[in-house]
Nanobody, 120 residues
Framework: QVQLVESGGDLVQPGGSLRLSCAAS????????MSWYRQAPGKERELVAR????????NYADSVKGRFTISRDSAKSTVYLQMKYLKPEDTAVYFC?????????????WGQGTQVTVSS
């Protein structure tokens, strides 16, 4: 059974830190590009950070550059999102995503999400 299970979401004060985890099972996540997306109430889901299948390349949304760091531990089939200097506008449900582009056909999985709330 394919699963992406996120954890680590919590209520945190502005300026605080959190680390999200995404544990993959049921498929070979080493072959997948892993990403974190987020969706705030009333807004569209947006890409937060992405890491290549072997972890050599990362990309970040402008709004989180310098504050968030994505990493992966292939031995544990887990992807992390370290979040620092959190702001109220970071409040959202954070989703883990896995995509494999080749070989065809494209394969994609989503987690169920974890809530991050930044508030005093």
């Amino acid at each position: 059974q394919v699963q992406l299970v996120e954890s680590g979401g919590d209520l945190v004060q502005p300026g605080g830190s959190l680390r999200l985890s995404c544990a993959a099972s049921g498929f070979s996540s080493r072959s997948y590009v892993m990403s974190w997306y987020r969706q705030a109430p009333g807004k569209e889901r947006e890409l937060v950070a992405r890491i290549s299948n072997i972890g050599l390349s990362t990309n970040y949304a402008d709004s989180v550059k310098g504050r968030f760091t994505i990493s992966r531990d292939s031995a544990k089939s887990t992807v992390y999102l370290q979040m620092k200097y959190l702001k109220p506008e970071d409040t959202a449900v954070y989703f883990c995503n896995a995509v494999r582009y080749s070989p065809a056909p494209r394969s994609e999985y989503w987690g169920q999400g974890t809530q991050v709330t930044v508030s005093s």
